[in-house]
């Protein structure tokens, strides 16, 4: 396979992080080329060349630099050499930048985000290996048109569905709807299952004024209020079970309805989708009728970053509504 090249984008995370004495906590501290030396055997299946693209706490990243990162791989793949393209980023939000790019970026390449849950100072460290199986995702023929992936601890979950379930495990990364989408072993890829109806929105701008809100019991409408003064362009909501909201902050809903801000309805259990079964004060059929788009099987984070990338090509809650659920 050494005629075989993936490219390794490096952002930075905890898999790029040494312990730092003088503030007793663990910094950005390696080069892409050192987080590469560090790989054991990763030359010995495939040429890899390292772009640095930034070195952050994944905290710290935006969706304007999801873009940037987005348009970078595009650029990349664009390279008939290139076989697919590794990306490694920090934990806490690759759930986020993995599922941008998978509803922006054009390219058809295997492109594998993965990460470390343990920095390079730490015993069992685990990012040497989350790189290597992630370049052999990468390599792999039956990873082309998987959409963007996420692999860690050897599991492969599409950016769709994956979510970051425990602080600091290393089996963190769960899909929980649909499981995994196919593991790496010693000397095979495997794919179990392939995303039917994967999405792609064709937009050069995003609309970053997108908020995202946690229901609570006995919660009330200020927020909202606040939101309507800020005059935001979009809010996903976050309700109990099925997607139903306590009834304090449906006149809040209503009124941001009224002033033209688009609102998408998700809900914060981890499984199943919203749905309008019940028709009391704050369930979903009342709050439908009102204007409320529902969200689907999403989380709250990636039904903002999908709203985001909508209403950058999209203004109206019909046009944006036939995309969600
Ligand atoms: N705080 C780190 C980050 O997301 C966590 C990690 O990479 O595991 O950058």
């Known amino acids: 396979m050494l005629d075989k090249k993936v490219v390794v984008i490096t952002t930075g995370g905890t898999i790029a992080m040494r312990y730092d004495e003088s503030t007793d906590g663990l910094v950005p501290a390696i080069s892409g080329e050192e987080l590469m030396d560090a790989v054991h055997g990763l030359k010995d299946i495939c040429t890899v060349e390292v772009i640095e693209f930034s070195n952050i706490p994944s905290p710290h990243v935006t969706p304007k630099l999801m873009k940037e990162l987005g348009d970078k791989v595009d650029e990349i793949a664009l390279d008939k050499s290139v076989s697919g393209i ?8 690759i759930e986020e930048s993995a599922y941008f790019l998978d509803l922006y970026i054009k390219t058809e390449k295997p492109v594998v985000f993965t990460a470390s849950m343990r920095s390079a100072s730490e015993q069992g460290s685990d990012g040497a290996r989350n790189i290597f199986s992630a370049v052999k995702v990468a390599l792999s023929n039956s990873a ?22 425990h602080t600091a495990n290393v089996d963190t990364f769960q899909s929980p709807n649909w499981g995994a989408i196919g593991y790496v072993d010693f000397d095979k890829v495997i794919f179990k299952r392939n995303i039917v109806n994967r999405l792609k929105i064709d937009t050069d701008k995003i609309e970053e004024s ?10 009330s409408s200020d927020i909202f209020d606040f939101l309507i003064s800020k005059r935001v362009a979009g809010v996903v909501v976050e309700g109990f079970g099925r997607g139903n909201l306590p009834p304090l902050i449906v006149d809040g809903i209503k009124r941001m309805i009224d002033a033209n ?13 919203v749905l309008d079964v019940y028709s009391y004060v704050g369930a979903v059929k009342p709050m439908k009728e009102i204007g409320v788009i529902l969200g689907g099987e999403l989380t709250s984070q990636k039904a903002r970053l999908k709203l985001m990338l909508l209403m950058g090509r999209y203004r109206t809650k019909k046009e944006i509504e036939k995309y969600f659920d």
């Open 86 to 93: 590794v990306i490694t980023h920090g934990t806490d939000t």
């Open 144 to 165: 082309i048109s998987k959409g963007v992936m996420v692999v860690l601890n050897d599991f492969i979950h599409s950016a769709e569905d994956v979510i970051k379930t």
């Open 210 to 219: 997108i908020y995202l809100i946690k229901s609570f019991t006995g919660m």
């Open 261 to 273: 801000i688009i609102v998408v309805l998700v809900s914060r259990v981890i499984e199943g989708r």
